[in-house]
């Protein structure tokens, strides 16, 4: 079964940086789409930053020129490197990938979650 495993977060002032990582582990022939989510005390989970499997990124507005995302295809791992941080980014940070576990055509894509990861940014 593919599992994710998620680490580096953490408190950290305003104006600081972390690194979260996200390691796959388990059966995966091919993992595509990897992305960060991230859910704050009362909101709903947010889209935060997507990178595919070529390497073209998005990010949400927030979070831009701030926030970058990187993969390592042969670790299976995705990063989410966090400048200058703020307040507003304090959450709950989630990994989300799409992963195709057989390479017979046309075997199906599935998504999976990672346990979350805390980053706080106090006031």
């Known amino acids: 079964q593919v599992r994710l495993v998620e680490s580096g977060g953490g408190l950290v002032q305003p104006g600081g940086s972390l690194r979260l990582s996200c390691a796959a582990s388990?059966?995966?022939?091919?993992?595509?789409?990897m992305q960060w989510y991230r859910q704050a005390p009362g909101k709903e989970r947010e889209l935060v930053a997507g990178?595919?499997?070529?390497?073209?990124?998005d990010y949400a507005d927030s979070v831009k020129g701030r926030f970058t995302i990187s993969r390592n295809n042969a670790e299976n791992t995705v990063y989410l490197q966090m400048n200058s941080l703020k307040p507003d980014d304090t959450a709950v940070y989630y990994c989300?990938?799409?992963?195709?576990?057989?390479?017979?055509?046309?075997?199906?894509?599935?998504?999976?979650w990672g346990q979350g990861t805390q980053v706080t940014v106090p006031s």
């Open positions: 990178i595919t499997t070529g390497g073209s990124t």
């Open positions: 388990g059966s995966i022939f091919s993992m595509k789409t």
């Open positions: 989300r990938t799409l992963a195709q576990l057989s390479q017979r055509p046309g075997s199906p894509v599935y998504q999976y």
